[in-house]
């Protein structure tokens, strides 16, 4: 079979604010291409958003491939954009299979397949087993209920959940082949937000899943939770690969890099052993790092680490399940910044319990940690959190057409209980305004 893999474009997710020139890719179709070729399949991936294409000319660029399935993986924010190009595709009268992944999908497949009506189906969970499943019995024209992890359409439009059961988590993640990267537009991948002076970047991950269980957050959805690791040598492997392909800079994207520190040491360890030594930015939380491991990381090569420091109240970091406190904070961004690492703060205004007293804390604090570069968000009821959870049964969502409203910035697609959108958005712009 010949699968075209796409992530859409997020045009329309930074409508609201200018985007920098940071372009980063998506690592879960270059699993799921890796796994697909390793079975003999042929594989395409169009970044859309690396390339700046939106629906119609993504749509023209899939098509051109001559696909016998096309698989589109998004988020929540992309939700519209996939919309526009599952429309596109087949306003073109192109007849395949059309499948669905990413974190949405996986938390409300449901309502995605009757939401997206020229779709036929959706992998929940991670999909490399799934995917390759699913090439391999429309090749072979067999029915798909034996697919694991799949909810697909029947010829009479009816929505099933296949009957074999969810492999649920890949066990051994070295099982599985390399990321297919080298099926990305790797020169696109630069940036220099991070004063890296538009050097090319090379994004991996050496865990799956978190073992944290934050109310904002949906990371867990897709790897149901539990995390898992890379072999040290798989890690050695793909950084040296990235270094091949190109990259002058890496970025561990795990969800929390620093989740296991002895691990970290040891792969500073083995990135100076083996003279890999390249610039690299990480992951972090404020309760996992001391000054022994900034120092080994600074050492390896390491410039910049990412908090998410979230809010400045210890009541709201303990209510949305953070586990962490205002004077963590401080501590571990001044330990980051006297080993030589930049800082990146992420705030968020406007948890469940937020108020205008909580909210200016939060800023207070940005404010006073001074990280060399804050983000600031409105905390949004995504699928697949908590959160969304709470907000739905109390009926507080207003979804717009295809989630359209729950992009990144300037969107409050939510009656919170204290705060109104203006509120919440004012401060996301004084915000902004004060600290960059």
Known sequence: MRVCLVSPSAHRVYRNIRRSSKRQPMLGPAYIAAAL????????????????????????????????VIGISF?????????????AVRQSGWSGHITLGGVHATALPQETLELLKGADSLVRGEGEDAAVALANRLEEGLPLDQVPS?????????????????????????????????????????SDIWGTDELQMGVLITTRGCPYTCEFCASGQESWGKLRYHGLDRVLEEVERLKRLGARYLVFNDDTFTVKPSRCLEIASRLKANALEMPFMITARTDTVNDGLLGALADAGCFMATYGIESGNDRILKEIGKNTTTDMARQAVAATKRHGIRTVGNFMFGHYLDDAASCQSTLDLASELSCDVSQFSIAIPYPGTQLYERARMEGRLTTDPFYDNFGYYGNVPWRHPQLSANQLLEFQQKAYSSLQ
């Open 37 to 68: 070729r390793n079975m003999g399949h042929q594989v395409f991936y169009l970044d859309a958003d690396a390339l700046d294409l939106t629906a119609v000319d993504a749509s023209k660029a899939l098509l051109a491939e001559r696909p016998d």
């Open 75 to 87: 988020t929540t924010p992309m939700f519209f954009e996939a919309a526009s190009l599952v429309s």
């Open 150 to 190: 799949l909810v697909f359409r029947d010829r009479n439009g009816v929505i099933h959940f296949s009957q074999k059961q969810p492999i649920g988590q890949i066990r051994n993640l070295d099982d599985y082949p390399l990321p297919a990267i080298d099926l990305y537009p790797l020169t696109r991948y630069t």
